[in-house]
C-alpha cells in the first residue's frame, strides 16, 4: 500500500498552524485545536496508508476544518489563515472522495 503523503503533510500544515496561531496572536485555542485536528489527521493518514479502505478519520478531520475554516473565512473574508486552511481542507475532502470513488470495491 502507498504511503498518505498528501495526508502527512496536511497533518504538519495543521499542527504548523497552530503553532503560528499561539506564537503570533497567543491563542492557546489555535495550539490546541492545531496539535489535536494534527494528530487525528496524521493518525487519519497512517490508516489509510496501512489500507486504502480506512479513508473515515481523515474525511472526517479535513471535512469537519473544512466546514470550520470555511465559515471562519466567510465571516472575516481574510485569507490567511482560515481561508488557506478551508481550501487545503476541501482540496483534502475532495482528494479523499475521489480515491473512495476510483478504488476497486471489494465484496
Known sequence: ???D??????AALLVSGGIVGFIKAGSAA???AGLVFGVLAGVGAYLT???AQRVWVSLGVSGAMA????TR???TWKFMPAGLMALTSVLMVGKIVVGMATRPHQT
Open 73 to 75: 473565512f466567510l465571516s
Open 67 to 70: 466546514v470550520v475554516m470555511g
Open 5 to 10: 503523503w498528501m495526508g502527512f503533510g496536511y
Open 49 to 51: 496508508s496501512k489500507n
Open 30 to 32: 489555535s495550539l490546541v
Open 1 to 3: 500500500m502507498a504511503t
